[in-house]
């Protein structure tokens, strides 16, 4: 047996319909649409700053944190130097009447100055800031009424505090660094006096 396959081919019209042509008597013929389908149209695309703009924001906060957080580091370390030093120098008041050789107490008096003088620059990591020169922090804002703090609420000030806060960290980092090296001096200082004694 033979299998028959029929394929009807769409008209497409290219003039007027004739008439009696179509699939009866009086019918117009068919027409068939071969046209492709719309392309798809590319929305153009609208670049926006809002990535860059949330991007600053977190790089903002995060700074703010990370200067914070520094400056309450070095406080939290100056506190513990501190402790050590008046500790050091208690043990070294003690010692202060007992019979030594001169060399040791020579050692023991620069000992005793060199450590005084770390806890003073302990004392000035520790000592606070009230200048208010940031305009975001409550030394400033203990200078305005009411209104004027409304209207301090409105800029952004995060990068006036990173600049100010930067500054802080900084000048108590570099003191702490000098009391690590007078305590250090201080310790080379009582070994040598140790040595004397013997």
């Not at 108590?172 to 001096?185: E, F, G, Q, S």
Request: proline fraction near 5%.
């Amino acid at each position: 047996m033979r299998a028959l396959f029929c394929f009807r081919l769409p008209r497409t019209a290219t003039g007027p319909a004739r008439s009696g042509s179509g699939d009866g008597p009086g019918r117009p013929a068919r027409t068939t649409d071969t046209a492709p389908f719309p392309a798809f149209k590319e929305q153009p695309t609208v670049e926006t700053n809002n990535g860059t703009a949330t991007s600053t924001e977190k790089n903002l906060d995060s700074a703010c944190a990370s200067v914070t957080g520094e400056i309450a580091r070095t406080d939290s370390k100056a506190s513990l130097l501190l402790a050590f030093t008046g500790a050091v120098l208690a043990g070294l008041a003690s010692a202060a009447d007992t019979q030594l050789p001169l060399v040791t107490k020579a050692f023991g008096t620069l000992a005793v100055l060199t450590l005084g003088a770390a806890a003073v620059l302990l004392l000035l990591v520790v000592r606070p800031r009230l200048g208010g020169t940031d305009r975001a922090s409550f030394p400033y804002w203990a200078q305005l009424d009411e209104d004027e703090i409304r209207a301090s609420m409105t800029g952004d000030t995060r990068a006036a505090r990173i600049r100010v806060l930067s500054g802080i960290a900084l000048r108590k980092y570099t003191r702490l660094r000098y009391a690590v090296d007078t305590i250090l001096t201080a310790l080379v200082l009582l070994t040598a006096a140790a040595a004397g004694a013997l």
